[in-house]
Nanobody, 117 residues
Framework: QVQLQESGPGLVKPGGSLRLSCVAS????????MNWYRQAPGKERELVAG????????NYADSVKGRFTISRDNTKNTLVLQMNSLKPEDTAVYFC??????????WGQGTQVTVSS
């Protein structure tokens, strides 16, 4: 059974840090581009960060550049998002995604991240 399981939820104060992890089971992430998306109340789901299957090239939404870092450990079938200097506007449900161009596209159930004093 294919599954992506995110860690969390997390509550952190503005300026704080939080590390999200996503463990895949039922498949290996090696050949997949891996992504983190988020969805805030009343807003559409948006891509936060992505990392390619080979070469480790990453991309980030402008709103998180310099604050968030995405990484992957293929040996542990795990995706990580390190979030620093968090802001209240980072509050959202965060989703792990695995994508491959042959049409396989898997999603986690999401984890709530709340940034509030």
């Amino acid at each position: 059974q294919v599954q992506l399981q995110e860690s969390g939820p997390g509550l952190v104060k503005p300026g704080g840090s939080l590390r999200l992890s996503c463990v895949a089971s039922g498949f290996t992430i090696t050949s997949y581009a891996m992504n983190w998306y988020r969805q805030a109340p009343g807003k559409e789901r948006e891509l936060v960060a992505g990392i390619r299957s080979t070469g480790g090239r990453t991309n980030y939404a402008d709103s998180v550049k310099g604050r968030f870092t995405i990484s992957r450990d293929n040996t542990k079938n795990t995706l990580v998002l390190q979030m620093n200097s968090l802001k209240p506007e980072d509050t959202a449900v965060y989703f792990c995604n695995a994508f491959r161009f042959d049409g396989n596209n898997y999603w986690g159930q999401g984890t709530q991240v709340t940034v509030s004093s």
